[in-house]
């Protein structure tokens, strides 16, 4: 008896890898449901805590569409409650996770920060901020690889893309950083960095979302995990700074499956 | 380790220290629903829409949506913020059409004036044009549709002018997503009891034209139902959740 709980546990436990292994066959193809946009999406909660207590510093939810031609677009929308921010998101990259366009509108603890779109068109990337700061533009030259922080987790793996694919080397990437503070006199506007992180190797992970095939990295001293093939976030840790988010919820599908 | 400090903190905003754990000031209260598309005379669902509303600590409300509607070949992304009032303040909106990408636009309305600014596969396109004070926006999910009845004077009653600034729902040819202006007529019904999936809710019954009959609950004017006869469309709301 107690063999079949724990087998129909581990069953229960793999079935989201298994599902999620089934839908990460094709990167690109013709849709085969009913919606000739989408080719799968995902969808999940995080958990933020901190890593000793643990103790509940806020949540987030994503929703991502993996398109015909590659390309993805991730919602996302935070409740960090432990500094009184709440952002709303939406990234659009395409095949290679290179971005396209990005609008965030920021609530932080002295109130509405801003609402932005960022616009990538080959080396430029244009951005326009209007808040309580005024309405700023911005343009910059962007490398060809590249990626932006909007600060919601979900969408964090994305900076990982570069993976050479090398465990143990230093590797380093751009990243188009969002001012996110709660000084309302600073737009939500970005500033281009350097990024460094080493990849650390291949892992199974089990959260309270279910059980992945994941790719561990130190990205920046934080410790992440995530999917191999649409990099969804599935853990970050940094003990430094006692932070922890974890993925608690997860869903995926085909288009062939009509309710999301 | 100081390089490593500052990356840190620009990479996640969530994990700079904090002083305290309290309740997030600025969601006032927040809702989350479904809708399915359905035909009208065979109940067929034909697509799905899913919404997230926020309610500020300063009365404004951000929508963040997403729908596809299969048999046009439609998926879009949207983003709505509205005034206490519900006036429109800014639209950000991503439209895939049939296998392709056409378009990701913000529409920003200051005082009488909205400027839309659009990526599109042919390039960039630029609008700026006057509003009217009463007016609203169609950006095509259909939770937000509920807001075009913002500035309706109930105690008048009988049919009033509705002028909507409409989004191209195709995003076609090379005024891509870019929208237009009308007026139609709106008329509150009254009030009615009405059962969806997602439960009995006391609702605002508006007809548009005599050809939509909208049905509208509660102070966030959250969508219930939408009927548009003469295209067979029913739209239902299948799930909400709400949260302080």
């Given amino acids: 008896m107690r063999h079949l709980i724990k087998t129909a546990y581990r069953t229960a436990l793999m079935a989201p890898l298994l599902l999620w292994s089934a839908f990460a066959a094709a990167q690109t193809g013709d849709s085969e449901g009913p919606n000739t946009n989408i080719l799968r999406w995902a969808s999940g909660t995080y958990a933020y805590t901190t890593l000793t207590e643990p103790r509940d510093r806020g949540w987030e939810r994503f929703h991502m569409n993996v398109y015909t031609d590659g390309s993805r677009a991730m919602n996302m929308w935070h409740d960090l409650s432990a500094r009184d921010a709440q952002f709303t998101v939406i990234l659009r990259v395409n095949d290679a996770f290179r971005p396209q366009e990005a609008f965030l509108s920021y609530w932080v603890a002295n109130g509405f920060k801003g609402s932005t779109l960022i616009r990538v068109e080959d080396a430029t990337l244009s951005a326009s901020a209007n808040g309580p700061a005024g309405l700023h533009n911005q343009t910059l030259t962007v490398p060809a690889t590249f990626s932006i922080g909007t600060h919601p987790v979900s969408a964090d793996g994305w900076h990982l893309a570069s993976d050479s694919g090398e465990n143990g080397a230093e590797q380093t990437s751009k990243i188009y950083s969002l001012e996110a503070s709660a000084d309302l006199t600073k737009p939500p506007l970005g500033t281009l960095r350097d990024l460094t992180f080493k990849r650390i190797g291949e892992e199974t992970l089990t959260v309270p979302a279910g059980t992945f095939e994941t790719i561990h990295y130190d990205l920046s001293g934080s410790q992440v995990w995530v999917t191999k093939q649409d990099r969804l976030m599935v853990r970050m840790i940094n003990e430094r700074f006692d932070r922890d988010y974890v993925l608690t919820e997860f869903a995926s599908g085909s288009n062939g499956e009509k309710i999301e | 380790m100081k390089r490593r400090f500052a990356i ?137 549709n509920a807001w075009n009845t913002w500035y309706y004077d109930k105690a008048k009653g009988g049919a009033q002018p509705m002028t909507v600034y409409d989004m191209d729902a195709g995003a076609q040819a090379v005024s891509s997503m870019l929208g237009k202006v009308y007026t139609q007529d709106l008329e509150f019904i009254g009030t ?53």
């Fill in chain 2, 8 to 144: 840190v903190g620009l990479l996640a905003f969530a994990i700079m220290p904090f002083s305290a754990f309290a309740e997030n000031i600025n969601i006032t209260r927040w809702a989350k629903g479904e809708f399915e598309y359905r035909s009208l005379s065979t109940g067929e669902v034909s697509g799905t829409e899913a919404w997230h509303l926020t309610v500020h600590p300063d009365g404004t409300r951000t929508m963040q949506t997403r729908n596809r509607l299969d048999e046009a070949g439609y998926q879009r992304h949207v983003t709505y913020r509205v005034a206490k009032n519900f006036r429109p303040l800014e639209v950000t909106s991503v439209y895939w059409v049939k296998g392709e990408w056409r378009g990701t636009g913000l529409f920003a309305i200051n005082g009488d004036t909205l400027e839309a600014i659009v990526k599109t596969p042919d390039g960039m396109i630029r609008q700026t044009r006057s509003v009217p004070e009463n007016f609203s926006m169609i950006p095509h999910p259909l939770s937000t």
């Fill in chain 2, 192 to 244: 009615e009891k009405m059962t969806t999936p997602a439960g009995t809710f006391e609702v605002d019954h508006f007809q548009v034209e005599d050809v939509v009959d909208m049905y509208i609950t509660g102070p966030d004017a959250i969508l219930v139902r939408f009927k548009w006869i003469p295209a067979d469309r029913d739209y239902v709301l299948t799930s909400l959740e709400t949260g302080s």
